[in-house]
């Protein structure tokens, strides 16, 4: 098992940067396939971006690439987004989640993951 905690959300203006962390402790942080979904009010939760356990390869929705950057520190057992270029439709209450038994071409499903941490949330001002 594995236990997640968000923490460097918050009010950034439009243009803005700013950079989550996911610090994870329990079981080897290394084995696990990370990722981070945000949900917006009124609004399904939404895939953001993941990154492989091994080969660390990475995944981005379409409205987040070229802006945002997922990577992920193993010897820190911490998970990483930067966000740049944010916009007032980033905001949303972002969570990180790890899988443990990852599943090809399942990795922006939300069912997929096993652990998810209890969000931090990001607000773009216009």
């Known amino acids: 098992q594995v236990q997640l905690v968000e923490s460097g959300g918050g009010l950034v203006q439009h243009g803005g940067s700013l950079r989550l962390s996911c610090a994870a402790s329990?079981?080897?942080?290394?084995?696990?396939?990370m990722a981070w979904f945000r949900q917006a009010p009124g609004k399904e939760r939404e895939f953001v971006a993941a990154?492989?356990?091994?080969?660390?390869?990475?995944f981005y929705t379409d409205s987040v690439q070229g802006r945002f950057t997922i990577s992920r520190d193993n010897g820190k057992n911490t998970l990483y987004l930067q966000m740049n270029s944010l916009k007032p439709e980033d905001t949303a209450a972002y969570s990180c989640?790890?899988?443990?038994?990852?599943?090809?071409?399942?990795?922006?499903?939300?069912?997929?993951?096993?652990?998810w941490g209890q969000g931090t949330q990001v607000t773009v001002s216009s």
């Open positions: 989640a790890a899988d443990r038994n990852p599943v090809y071409g399942r990795v922006r499903d939300a069912d997929e993951y096993d652990y």
């Open positions: 990154i492989e356990r091994r080969t660390h390869s990475t």
């Open positions: 329990g079981r080897s942080f290394s084995d696990y396939r």
